[in-house]
């Protein structure tokens, strides 16, 4: 069974680019038709999908981070990384790595990592 598990600076200070890494087992980021998704919940909101990255290392973003954000894949280490930079307190949230099975939409997701943004 596909396990994801997230890991993130924690905190960290506004400007920074916020680095999180999702190492995957049970599962190759490589497989045929998975998609691999970062979706964030800041405190007292809803789930925002970030970026996802396919099977073929194709990638996506939301349009309203993509300034901001870029995803990566290490298929040696089966990790997939999101960088956002310029990072400011908006960005705090508990962010999730996830896969999906054909698409972006995620049936699996990790527990997530929570990341504030604070001076």
């Known amino acids: 069974q596909v396990q994801l598990q997230e890991s993130g600076p924690g905190l960290a200070n506004p400007s920074q680019t916020l680095s999180l890494t999702c190492s995957v087992s049970g599962d190759s980021i490589t497989t045929n038709k998975r998609y691999w998704s970062w979706i964030r919940q800041p405190p007292g909101k809803g789930l925002e999908w970030i970026a996802g990255i396919n099977y073929n290392g194709i990638t996506y973003y939301n349009p309203s981070l993509k300034s901001r954000a870029s995803i990566s894949r290490d298929t040696s280490k089966n990790q997939f990384t999101l960088q956002l930079t310029s990072g400011t307190p908006e960005d705090t949230a508990k962010y999730y790595c996830?896969?999906?099975?054909?698409?972006?939409?995620?049936?699996?997701w990790g527990p997530g990592t929570q990341v504030t943004v604070s001076s």
């Open positions: 996830a896969r999906g099975d054909g698409a972006l939409v995620p049936n699996y």
